[in-house]
């Protein structure tokens, strides 16, 4: 690889490090042991950090675009223009199931809210009857639909490799969080990409749901 794919590897890894690390019941729990007075605020603090820290390998990416890959070309440029609108509209609708407030951090900070665990209980959306991350899976359908050049492609290749183990580090928080109630979810329900013949009727959903109350 070049010097300029090895800056951006190397840009994308110190982000996901850094992500993973403030985003641990570790450094969460610490932070409420040692600086109570500064949980409520620490989730907005994470998103503020997460989305600007974001921008340097995305502004690398477009800096050192190179020739292309491959490209979606005619029949193809439509089927990923309907990906791409599939996925939007998944991100969109599933807004719904969540507490905003609570997801951006406004909520811990107005009330005080001082507790590590998320406020909010389990959550199985539409979309969480057939996968556990869909936001993950709506990203890769994202990334991966569009035109690539040597950067993006290892772009997508480390976001891809992120959303992997990040729904593993992720989930060790849920079954912290819910217990039995997720690991049966977990054990019923594909982690990342939906598969026919593993889903969750409504009703399934329902009872696991009530074993977390």
Do not use: C
Not at 14 to 28: G, M
């Amino acid at each position: 690889m070049t010097f300029e794919l090895w800056t951006l590897l190397a840009v994308w890894l110190a982000y996901f490090v850094l992500h993973s690390f403030l985003a641990s019941l570790t450094v969460k729990r610490w932070v409420a042991r040692v600086h109570p007075d500064w949980m409520p605020a620490y989730r907005l603090f994470f998103n503020a950090v997460a989305m600007l820290l974001l921008l340097p390998p995305l502004f690398l990416t477009l800096l050192w675009r190179g020739e292309p890959l491959w490209q979606w070309d005619g029949a193809w440029y439509w089927l990923s223009l309907g990906i791409t609108a599939l996925a939007v509209f998944g991100f969109v609708g599933s807004l719904r199931v969540y507490d905003g407030q609570e997801f951006l951090g406004t909520r811990q900070l107005r009330e005080g809210i001082r507790s590590v665990e998320d406020q909010e209980r389990m959550h199985i959306s539409p979309l969480h009857r057939y996968v556990r991350h869909p936001w993950y899976f709506l990203g890769m359908l994202l990334v991966w639909s569009r035109d690539m050049d040597p950067a993006f492609l290892l772009s997508a290749i480390a976001i891809s490799a992120y959303f992997i183990l990040g729904s593993r580090l992720e989930e060790q928080k849920l079954m912290a969080y819910h217990g039995a109630a997720y690991r049966e979810y977990r054990r019923r329900v594909p982690g990342l990409f939906p598969l026919p013949w593993r889903y969750l009727s409504p009703e399934q959903a329902e009872e696991i749901l009530r074993r977390d109350k």
